[in-house]
């Protein structure tokens, strides 16, 4: 017999990531429209000069910072090749064949991908009218079968967040054998001081684990850098699971010189959220339901207008994600973009 795949890969949905198109506005997979800060960039420069060696696997300059900013021990801190990967190291490290992964619907896409990919079951929960997560019935879908929940805290592709409250009554719903992760990845973006640090929420928490990346307020989108947080147990698993040396020297080079430069970069964050007020505004005032977002991007329910709005945009030059009979998720880019991007949603027919 020929050499064959397993079966069940006919069914796994593939990722599929923005397009790009020399020439055109892209907008359509949440990356910062500026590069890298010019010392970040020497930085990165001086560090390819020994690509013939092979990375600290352990990343372990980048674990003893991250521990000493977030003030937690090293032993609570895990590197991974961006947080997407660490989510697939937590379903690898906790979920055997048939356990259930369980998540909000729609969430971050690769969710379901990693979940199959590791033979786990994910069960979905739509979400509620406010395009958030329904948190109440999440945790009634939670069964002695589910091993791992995560909560996409500002949810990607919406951009609405839950507040503590909400958040809190949750976690202590959840059973202590039930590990809940909260992907955070567009943490920096967010301006509602209700809406929680997940690291405020882990103590006294033992099955709670908080993403962090460096591909979003810090420009390394295409470097591959993420974090996770969480107790000793969760940290030393998810670590036994990671491929070795995926995190390249690269990478750990330019996240310390950006956690250097991180006063700078976070100014950045400021002015996009201001571009993001005013996006919002001019879609809200074209006409468009738009919901609050606290990340760097918005969301356009446009249910079965999205392909015909993302084949408009393009038209223009503007290329945005399409979900499509879902919505649109529009990027936050430079003020120049935006204004052609607020342009061409205003000329869209409706």
């Known amino acids: 017999m020929p050499v064959s795949p397993r079966a069940d890969l006919d069914s796994l949905p593939a990722y599929v990531p923005g397009r790009s198109i020399p020439g055109a506005i892209k907008l359509a997979s949440n990356e910062v429209p500026l590069g890298p800060l010019p010392s970040v960039l020497d930085v990165i420069a001086d560090a390819a000069k020994s690509a013939n060696r092979y990375p600290d696997m352990g990343a372990f300059a980048l674990v003893e910072r991250l521990a000493s900013k977030l003030d937690v021990s090293q032993d609570q801190v895990a590197i991974g090749c961006g947080s997407v990967s660490l989510c697939q190291q937590l379903i690898q490290a906790f979920c055997a064949p048939g356990d259930e992964v369980l998540f909000a619907w729609r969430s971050f896409e690769a969710y379901p991908i990693i979940t199959q990919v590791v033979g786990a079951h994910q069960v979905t929960i739509p979400l509620d009218d406010t395009y958030a997560h329904d948190l109440d019935a999440m945790a009634a879908a939670i069964t002695p079968k589910t091993r791992v929940v995560f909560v996409c805290n500002p949810n990607n592709p919406t951009g609405t967040a839950v507040r503590r409250e909400a958040l809190e009554r949750f976690l202590d719903t959840v059973p ?5 992760v909260l992907d955070e990845a567009y943490r920096e973006y967010v301006t509602d001081p209700d809406v929680p640090d997940g690291l405020s929420l882990l103590p006294g928490r033992d099955n709670v684990a908080v993403l962090r990346t460096f591909s979003k307020a810090y420009g390394l989108a295409g470097l591959r850098v993420g974090y996770l947080i969480s107790n000793e147990t969760v940290v030393s698993a998810t670590r036994k699971v990671y491929v070795p040396f995926s995190v390249n020297s690269v990478a750990q080079a330019a996240a310390l010189a950006s956690l250097d430069a991180e006063k700078e970069l976070l100014a950045r964050c400021v002015e996009l959220v201001a571009e993001r ?20 991007f918005v969301w356009l329910p446009l249910g079965e207008r999205t392909a015909d709005f993302a084949e ?39």
């Open 176 to 180: 202590d054998n039930v590990l809940v």
């Open 277 to 296: 007020e005013r996006v919002r505004d001019g879609l809200l005032a074209a006409g468009y339901d738009v919901p609050e977002s606290q990340a760097n």
């Open 312 to 350: 408009h945009a393009l038209e223009s030059k503007v290329i945005v994600r399409p979900f499509v009979g879902d919505g649109a998720r529009v990027t936050i880019g430079t003020p120049e973009e935006n204004d052609t991007l607020l342009a061409t949603a205003t000329s869209f027919p409706r």
